[in-house]
């Protein structure tokens, strides 16, 4: 199926009936590194997931300026009307995860729920040029050996060994399906959306106000992501967090019957009004209580 984007045609896969629920890859991934969600999800929900532009078989835009955080964000909400979906829950991983974020700052009209899972990367105070410089590197190194070529390197960095060690079959396949990546998509996307998009805590005054139900999920040993998660759990009004033992970056595909289980309690509590607000007696600057705290 097919959804046009902003300047773009989007490939778009759909499965089962009920609520929807919207899933976005990560830059590694694409559509169908959802596919164990989809099987699941699709049972009790209309499941829909899309190659994000610059992916085959979505369109490839020639221009760097083409492809940015804002873009992303249009194309999700172009999925959503382009399929008569009014609202929906938001799954993200990494950079997926990014746009689920902004989609619940620009648009929570259209957000049942918020999954921002894997995401955090250059928001890292004091970080933020290491990981520029990081993703330019990266985009220079698709060009200079091609997607094929590249895969099985970026397939081993330290938040993506767990995945390997724990799953070499999985992992295979993770790669194999890197490897037919764009080169040029996955170059400019990289500089386009990675290495330009906002860090969260540019964007804490929006964010601190965002009641949109959130879950945060992030590997145990996806190091640059532990604290982002943190402070997402901080800022955000209505916000859990899940953190995944011995596990790296590729959750959902990692631990899949773990990620299973917290989205789809995450779902019923949401969907029966229990996932609230943070409770203004938690206070986190409170350790116990005693006979006086209430009048500190």
Known sequence: MKVQGKGVSLHVEEAGSGLPVLFIHEFGGTWSSWEPQMRYFSRRYRC???AARG???SDIPENSEDYSQDIAVSDAISVLDGLGIEKAHIVGLSMGGFTAVHLGLRHPERCLSLTIAGAGYGCEPGREDYFRDVSLQVADSFEKLGARDFAPIYGTGASRVQFQNKDPRGWAEFVATLA????KGAALTMRGVQARRPSFHELEDELRVMEVPSLIMNG???DHCLQPGLYLKR???AA??????KTGHTLNLEEPQLFNTLLSEFF???????WRKRDPRARPDQVMKTLDADAS
């Open 235 to 237: 800022v955000l009004p």
């Open 268 to 274: 019923a509590q949401v969907e029966a009004g229990g």
């Open 55 to 57: 992916y085959p078989p």
């Open 220 to 222: 145990d040993e996806d």
């Open 240 to 245: 859990g967090l899940a953190i995944l033992p």
């Open 180 to 183: 037919t990546h764009s080169t």
């Open 48 to 50: 829909v997931t899309y």
